[in-house]
């Protein structure tokens, strides 16, 4: 997820003088490993700035004006690194695509910012991806133990009704298919 994230980096010493486009610009987080050395290269970029053109108060407090690839609960102008890349961090070793993530975090039951029990909670909820609520019905139908046959009376079943029943208890987004709470 990391290589597709993107800040728009200012200040608001800059944005207050109407000079925040003249250092400000895109930052690819994929450039660096850790909150610690993103916040270093603002420090550096910032101390740059100061000593090319000078305001009348030093650019210390970061504004980002923009963002890209990653999950909007993240973003905030004066946004904190720390949790976003712990939310990386998770997202690369979790065993799980980014379209199930992404899907997670669309449906909203938990909160990303908590990113210990958000992936805790996709790792306990996730029950796979389907084409539609009635073949996720015929899957959670053939999981417990329910054969099925092509067969009368059960190819009889209702799938759209078993489908509706079911999902009183789950939560579907783009395909992907979560137990709820």
Aim: glycine fraction near 4%; hydrophobic fraction near 35%; charge should be negative.
């Amino acid at each position: 997820m990391k290589d597709e994230a993107k800040i728009f980096l200012t200040d608001y010493t800059s944005y207050n003088s109407g000079s925040q486009f003249e250092f400000g610009h895109w930052v690819d987080l994929s450039d660096f490993d850790s909150a610690e050395e993103l916040n270093e290269y603002i420090n550096n970029h910032f101390k740059e700035c100061d000593e090319k053109s000078p305001l009348d108060s030093p650019r210390e407090e970061i504004m980002i004006t923009d963002f890209e690839g990653f999950p909007d609960a993240f973003y905030s102008e004066s946004m904190s690194f720390e949790p976003l890349y712990e939310f990386f961090e998770r997202a690369e070793y979790c065993g799980y695509s980014e379209n199930v993530i992404n899907a997670f975090v669309s449906i909203g039951t938990y909160s990303v910012k908590d990113v210990a029990a958000f992936f805790d909670a996709l790792e306990e909820s996730y029950a796979g991806e389907f084409t539609s609520e009635e073949a996720f019905a015929e899957d959670m139908a053939e999981q417990t133990g329910t054969e099925i046959p092509n067969t009368w009376p059960l190819n009889c079943i209702d799938w759209t009704l078993a489908a509706r029943e079911i999902m009183y208890d789950y939560s579907e987004h783009d395909g992907h298919f979560f137990r709820d709470r």
